[in-house]
């Protein structure tokens, strides 16, 4: 058999790779893209810059590994807007999970005059009820988007044939075909996601949500063939024509077959740009406050957990392009010089607000406890270590939510390339951490493995049978005594910090 395109559309810009039936990276390529950040809360890209960034980073693959390619797979962010004609080209900017302009609108969808963190309970029941979610206050979700849009971009809005999730437009783009599963819908909170529900959307909800059905994509089933790759496309990325493309799945569901850990309440942790923890699970359930809830899974009877925290690995990235101007590797290596516990320096990331545990787009991040005695590598290691302890915090609430004691927890995402960070977590988490082979890329293999399945090349159990492990991280050998102490303090961090704006 040959080897499977996988496309990772992450917020740093698309990352392809040929994945072969083992799980083997073959050849991986990356190409950064620009991202406008306004201080209106505007948080956007551009998906033509997109397409031809993935365009080099596909050429680049099968240039090197040759066109032997059985099927395409596709991945990414969700929760951003694509607006596009009836051809797929884009009419406007990508609206960002993380934009924020639409907050004023969203009073109308969620909101009255008795309100817990944005939301209304009598407007809320209804979502939660069929959907375990609701579009959040802060606007920075497709509801938002498209509210966004239709108030204030009206000449995009007009131009716009249909409002795509990422992964869906990658899909059209290469098929000509606009469609969506309830997954890839997830943050719209559209859809009847219990446990057994056929896919489609719910009128009334839509109705709430002040969408144009016409402009919502036809929805299909997880895992369906969304058709052969258009030849002037094949032609461009240097692949065969007619090869099928798999309708989109979203980075948490790929993290979760790449990590290997399919069996209900197995857990993973990944820590990418964003950073979010989950496992698959028998059950509904939706924890408004922490912002947890169950979502459409592979199929319809076993849902994945869904939470996120708007900053994980993009606390280096921050230091590197804002700060350090050192790479990955020296910032890590730095961070290693340190002691652990970083001589009581904690570190808030929350540069980008938060989403889970708690819902506050408008908290920020600090570096509390400098000193004099405060230098560089102090400074990276309390970054690392606050993205850890931050998961800490996150992961109290989950393992309530999945009232299950969790043990171990893997890890992947490019932050898992770090076993000093895969270290931090095992001491923060106070749990084995289980580092899988080649974190970096475990969300492409675990696109490519889902194409697989849905191909009927494989069953789940057996690509998930093929993720190995590469080094397993003991509390006890990690500082564990410091990071609980660290945590102790970290967990208060909120509460004081909010009120600064």
Same mark, same amino acid.
């Given at each position: 058999?040959?080897?499977?395109?996988?496309?990772?559309?992450?917020?740093?810009?698309?990352?392809? @790779?040929?994945?072969?039936?083992?799980?083997? %990276?073959?050849?991986?390529?990356?190409?950064?893209?620009?991202?406008?950040? /306004?201080?209106?809360?505007?948080?956007?890209?551009?998906?033509?810059?997109?397409?031809?960034?993935?365009?080099?980073?596909?050429?680049?693959?099968?240039?090197?590994?040759?066109?032997?390619?059985?099927?395409?797979?596709?991945?990414?962010?969700?929760?951003?807007?694509?607006?596009?004609?009836?051809?797929?080209?884009?009419?406007?900017?990508?609206?960002?999970?993380?934009?924020?302009?639409?907050?004023?609108?969203?009073?109308?969808? %969620?909101?009255?005059?008795?309100?817990?963190?944005?939301?209304?309970?009598? $407007?809320?029941?209804?979502? +939660?009820?069929?959907?375990?979610?609701?579009?959040?206050?802060?606007?920075?979700?497709?509801?938002?988007?498209?509210?966004?849009?239709? $108030?204030?971009?009206?000449?995009?809005?007009?131009?716009?044939?249909?409002?795509?999730?990422?992964?869906?437009?990658?899909?059209?783009?290469?098929?000509?075909?606009?469609?969506?599963?309830?997954?890839?819908?997830?943050?719209?909170?559209?859809?009847?996601?219990?446990?057994?529900?056929?896919?489609?959307?719910?009128?009334?909800? %839509?109705?709430?949500?002040? $969408?144009?059905?016409?402009?919502?994509?036809?929805?299909?089933?997880?895992?369906?063939?969304?058709?052969? +790759?258009?030849?002037?496309?094949?032609?461009?990325?240097?692949?065969?024509?007619?090869?099928?493309?798999?309708?989109?799945?979203?980075?948490?569901?790929?993290?979760?077959?790449?990590?290997?850990?399919?069996?209900?309440? @197995?857990?993973?942790?990944?820590?990418?740009?964003?950073?979010?923890?989950?496992?698959?699970?028998?059950?509904?359930?939706?924890?408004?406050?922490?912002?947890?809830?169950?979502?459409?899974?592979?199929?319809?009877?076993?849902?994945?957990?869904?939470?996120?925290?708007?900053?994980?690995?993009?606390?280096?990235?921050?230091?590197?392009?804002?700060?350090?101007?050192?790479?990955?590797?020296?910032?890590?290596?730095?961070?290693?010089?340190?002691?652990?516990?970083?001589?009581?320096?904690?570190?808030?990331?929350?540069?980008?607000?938060?989403?889970?545990?708690?819902?506050?787009?408008?908290?920020?991040?600090?570096?509390?406890?400098?000193?004099?005695?405060?230098?560089?590598?102090?400074?990276?290691?309390?970054?690392?270590?606050? %993205?850890?302890?931050?998961?800490?915090?996150?992961?109290?609430?989950?393992?309530?939510?999945?009232?299950? $004691?969790?043990?171990?927890?893997?890890?992947? /995402?490019?932050?898992?390339?770090?076993?000093?960070?895969?270290?931090?977590?095992?001491?923060?988490?106070?749990?084995?951490?289980?580092?899988?082979?080649?974190?970096?890329?475990?969300?492409?293999? /675990?696109?490519?493995?889902?194409?697989?399945?849905?191909?009927?090349?494989?069953?789940?159990?057996?690509?998930?049978?093929?993720?190995?492990?590469?080094?397993?991280?003991?509390?006890?050998?990690?500082?564990?005594?410091?990071?609980?102490?660290?945590?102790?303090?970290?967990?208060?961090?909120?509460?004081?910090?909010?009120?600064?704006?």
């Amino acid at each position: 058999m040959g080897w499977v395109l996988a496309i990772d559309l992450g917020n740093g810009g698309p990352k392809v @790779a040929a994945v072969d039936p083992s799980g083997r %990276v073959l050849a991986v390529a990356h190409r950064p893209v620009d991202v406008e950040i /306004g201080l209106d809360g505007a948080a956007t890209q551009d998906a033509a810059q997109w397409w031809d960034r993935l365009g080099e980073a596909a050429r680049e693959v099968t240039d090197a590994v040759g066109p032997s390619v059985t099927a395409v797979a596709i991945t990414g962010q969700w929760g951003s807007t694509v607006p596009v004609d009836a051809a797929g080209n884009p009419v406007g900017p990508v609206l960002l999970w993380a934009d924020t302009r639409a907050r004023k609108h969203m009073r109308d969808v %969620v909101g009255g005059p008795v309100s817990v963190q944005g939301f209304a309970p009598h $407007r809320v029941i209804p979502w +939660v009820r069929l959907t375990g979610g609701a579009p959040t206050p802060s606007g920075a979700d497709p509801t938002g988007h498209s509210l966004l849009l239709q $108030r204030e971009m009206p000449e995009v809005y007009a131009k716009a044939r249909w409002l795509l999730e990422p992964i869906d437009y990658l899909g059209m783009r290469l098929t000509g075909r606009a469609a969506a599963t309830p997954a890839s819908m997830i943050l719209s909170w559209l859809t009847d996601n219990r446990i057994g529900a056929k896919p489609a959307y719910v009128e009334d909800l %839509v109705r709430r949500a002040r $969408r144009d059905p016409g402009r919502l994509p036809p929805l299909v089933p997880m895992g369906s063939i969304l058709g052969p +790759v258009l030849p002037e496309v094949a032609d461009a990325l240097g692949i065969p024509a007619g090869i099928p493309v798999v309708c989109g799945l979203p980075d948490l569901h790929a993290a979760i077959l790449g990590s290997g850990a399919i069996d209900p309440f @197995a857990t993973h942790v990944a820590v990418s740009t964003t950073s979010w923890i989950s496992a698959r699970v028998p059950f509904k359930r939706t924890d408004v406050l922490h912002s947890i809830a169950t979502v459409p899974g592979f199929g319809n009877r076993m849902p994945v957990i869904a939470n996120n925290q708007e900053i994980g690995g993009a606390a280096l990235r921050w230091l590197h392009e804002q700060v350090f101007d050192d790479d990955y590797d020296a910032l890590t290596a730095e961070a290693a010089t340190a002691p652990a516990g970083s001589e009581g320096v904690l570190f808030a990331p929350w540069l980008n607000g938060e989403r889970s545990p708690v819902e506050d787009k408008d908290v920020r991040g600090a570096f509390v406890g400098l000193s004099l005695r405060t230098d560089r590598a102090t400074m990276i290691r309390a970054a690392m270590e606050g %993205v850890a302890l931050n998961s800490r915090w996150l992961f109290d609430a989950y393992e309530k939510f999945c009232r299950h $004691r969790i043990s171990p927890v893997r890890i992947l /995402g490019g932050g898992a390339q770090s076993d000093l960070w895969c270290a931090m977590y095992a001491g923060a988490l106070d749990r084995p951490i289980e580092q899988v082979e080649q974190p970096r890329d475990a969300q492409m293999v /675990g696109a490519a493995q889902w194409a697989r399945v849905c191909l009927g090349e494989t069953t789940l159990a057996e690509a998930a049978s093929r993720v190995r492990v590469a080094r397993v991280f003991e509390p006890a050998d990690c500082d564990r005594e410091v990071y609980q102490e660290a945590y102790a303090d970290y967990r208060h961090l909120y509460k004081r910090l909010k009120h600064f704006r």
